[in-house]
T-cell receptor, first 110, second 112 residues
Framework: KQEVTQIPAALSVPEGENLVLNCSFT??????LQWFRQDPGKGLTSLLL?????REQTSGRLNASLDKSSGRSTLYIAASQPGDSATYLC?????????FGAGTTVTVRA | EAGVVQSPRYKIIEKKQPVAFWCNPI?????LYWYLQNLGQGPELLIR????????DSQLPKDRFSAERLKGVDSTLKIQPAELGDSAVYLC??????????FGEGSRLTVL
């Protein structure tokens, strides 16, 4: 069974600092990996999708890397803003099954 | 283009009462998922549909939960009777095959 871990569970940084969020998974036979953002009381918003054949994916201030062999993905958010405060979850897809981490809750202090 | 639409957004019921949630996926998405999310945790799959067929319902508590996806588009998730432990957020998501997953805003259930 795929286990997905996100450490730390919570993170607080001053505005302007770069954010580094980690996601680790136990089974490297994945199809793709997706990063989501979740605001309180809301659904999950897709941020980036990385296919298993890709090493990284970028969108604006966001960059996600994938290292299948070590079972890790990292989401980088450059120059954080208070509006980036949210919970960030990663999900790993293998054979149509998605396994989610519990998320990292980020607070960006103004 | 409209995203995944869910209703109701909030529902408060007494235990043992029935409740139903509705989901309209993104147009063209053949795969529809229902997830349950408890506070501080990631979503957990309840059921996955490929078109109108339920291809993975292994985590659905079939004694009280049921779901349907008529004509391979909209879907309804029902709980009857509801228990206190069913209080959670019920999320619907859709994708085209194994591609990018898109979620609705969720339906928050409170069972008193």
């Amino acid at each position: 069974k795929q286990e997905v871990t996100q450490i730390p569970a919570a993170l607080s940084v001053p505005e302007g600092e770069n954010l580094v969020l980690n996601c680790s998974f136990t089974d490297s036979a994945i199809y793709n990996l997706q990063w989501f953002r979740q605001d309180p009381g809301k659904g999950l918003t897709s941020l980036l999708l990385i296919q298993s054949s890709q090493r990284e994916q970028t969108s604006g201030r966001l960059n996600a890397s994938l290292d299948k062999s070590s079972g890790r993905s990292t989401l980088y958010i450059a120059a954080s803003q208070p509006g980036d405060s949210a919970t960030y979850l990663c999900a790993v897809r293998a054979d149509y099954k998605l396994s989610f981490g519990a998320g990292t809750t980020v607070t960006v202090r103004a | 283009e409209a995203g995944v639409v869910q209703s109701p957004r909030y529902k408060i019921i007494e235990k043992k009462q029935p409740v139903a949630f509705w989901c309209n996926p993104i147009s063209g998405h053949n795969t529809l998922y229902w997830y349950l999310q408890n506070l501080g945790q990631g979503p957990e799959l309840l059921i996955r549909y490929e078109n109108e067929e339920a291809v993975d319902d292994s985590q659905l508590p079939k004694d009280r939960f049921s779901a349907e996806r008529l004509k391979g588009v909209d879907s309804t998730l029902k709980i009857q009777p509801a228990e206190l432990g069913d209080s959670a957020v019920y999320l619907c998501a859709s994708s085209y095959g194994g591609g990018e997953l898109f979620f609705g805003e969720g339906s928050r259930l409170t069972v008193l």
